[in-house]
């Protein structure tokens, strides 16, 4: 059974960080892309960042500079690190197996002061 946990979400102030892992399971990890995305509340879901095989990444224009994806296929997780956390962040951050659609139960993340 695939499986994706995501977890290290939390309450930061304006400017703080985070940083999201997502173990995944029940599939062979480094044989596929996965995806951050994001819900913030009332609205649709938003791709944040992409990270393929070979470990090339993808930045959505709104968090490029800001966070970086990451994978360590030894340890079947994905890495989201997020610095100069802006309100605007505030959303649930699913990760997605980009294959199958398939992603988490979501990691709350609350940038406010």
């Known amino acids: 059974e695939v499986q994706l946990v995501e977890s290290g979400g939390g309450l930061v102030q304006p400017g703080g960080s985070l940083r999201l892992s997502c173990a995944a399971s029940?599939?062979?990890?480094?044989?596929?892309?996965m995806s951050w995305v994001r819900q913030a509340p009332g609205k649709g879901l938003e791709w944040v960042s992409v990270?393929?095989?070979?470990?090339?990444?993808w930045l959505s224009d709104s968090v490029k500079g800001r966070f970086i994806i990451s994978r360590d296929n030894a340890k079947n997780t994905l890495y989201l690190q997020m610095n100069s956390l802006k309100p605007e962040d505030t959303a649930v951050y699913y990760c997605?197996?980009?294959?199958?659609?398939?992603r988490g139960q979501g990691t709350q993340v609350t940038v406010s002061s």
């Open positions: 997605v197996l980009i294959e199958t659609s398939l």
């Open positions: 990270i393929n095989r070979a470990g090339s990444t």
């Open positions: 029940g599939f062979t990890f480094d044989a596929y892309a």
